[in-house]
Nanobody, 125 residues
């Protein structure tokens, strides 16, 4: 079992930056592939970014590539999402997720076993 708690969301102007954090407890973070998803009102949840268990590989949705950076610090049981050059279309609730050993594609939310409560990100023009 692992519990995830996100933080760092808030209101920011377009072009600004935010850094989201996700702190895990229960088991060491190194056992899990980590991902970030987001969901805007009236839309389906979509993949944002993912990082491998060691941090050696990262994956990004085309919509955020070049602007967002996912990273992890397993010693601190924390995963981060650095968001730069934010756009109003980035407005959503952002969720941290953990995928265990028996996981498939990093892009599919159904492959993740544990989820945080979400943190709201609002980007104004």
């Amino acid at each position: 079992q692992v519990q995830l708690v996100e933080s760092g969301g808030g209101l920011v102007q377009a072009g600004g930056s935010l850094r989201l954090s996700c702190v895990a407890s229960g088991r060491t973070l190194s056992n899990y592939r980590m991902g970030w998803f987001r969901q805007a009102p009236g839309t389906e949840r979509e993949f944002v970014a993912a990082v491998s268990r060691t941090g050696g590989s990262t994956y990004y949705a085309d919509s955020v590539k070049g602007r967002f950076t996912i990273s992890r610090d397993n010693a601190k049981n924390t995963v981060y999402l650095q968001m730069n050059s934010l756009k109003p279309e980035d407005t959503a609730v952002y969720y941290c997720a953990a995928a265990g050993l028996l996981s498939g594609s990093v892009y599919l939310d159904m492959q993740y076993d544990y989820w945080g409560q979400g943190t709201q990100v609002t980007v104004s023009s």
